[in-house]
């Protein structure tokens, strides 16, 4: 006994296949050009070494920053937080990083007090936007 079984035509199964692969094509290239291009976002700051110098009255802040995305960013202030409270905030507006940049930031003449058995954590705000927190070494 012969079953008589259709299928689709050889014509109908390569427009299918052609419309799947231009879609799929379309699909990579919006993700790849949104990749390279940033998707919107300004970048990333990441702290790589945060050090608060004590020079008797007054300490220093030393930061290295790097951005981590594919735009340069803006720094606008960076924030010392110790047991959940701001202890210092100082405004660094037009610090630059170009995409894929380290710089240093240093703040002078902090003289806010600091517990030295508790942590200190660093905050670098950028493009309206937080950074991770970096504890910093005393």
């Known amino acids: 006994m012969v079953v008589d079984v259709k299928a689709v035509s050889g014509l109908v199964a390569t427009a299918l296949l052609l419309a799947l692969t231009i879609a799929g094509g379309v699909l990579l290239y919006n993700y790849?050009?949104?990749?390279?291009?940033?998707g919107g976002s300004s970048g990333?700051?990441?702290?790589?070494?945060?050090?608060?110098?004590?020079?008797?009255?007054v300490k220093e802040l030393y930061a290295e920053v790097f951005n981590t995305g594919l735009k340069t960013v803006?720094?606008?202030?960076?924030?010392?937080?110790?047991?959940?409270?701001?202890?210092?905030?100082?405004?660094?507006?037009?610090?630059?990083?170009?995409?894929?940049?380290?710089?240093?930031?240093?703040v002078g003449n902090i003289t806010a007090?600091?517990?030295?058995?508790?942590?200190?954590?660093?905050?670098?705000?950028?493009?309206?936007?937080?950074?991770k927190l970096f504890e910093v070494f005393k």
Do not use: F, M, W
Request: without cysteine; charged residues 10%; glycine residues 12%.
């Open 44 to 57: 990333g700051v990441e702290v790589v070494y945060a050090a608060l110098y004590d020079h008797g009255p």
């Open 32 to 38: 790849v050009y949104g990749y390279l291009a940033g």
């Open 113 to 131: 007090s600091v517990n030295n058995t508790l942590p200190l954590y660093l905050r670098i705000y950028y493009d309206g936007q937080p950074s």
């Open 74 to 106: 803006r720094v606008e202030k960076v924030v010392l937080i110790q047991n959940g409270s701001t202890v210092v905030e100082a405004s660094v507006n037009g610090v630059s990083i170009p995409a894929g940049g380290k710089t240093a930031i240093v």
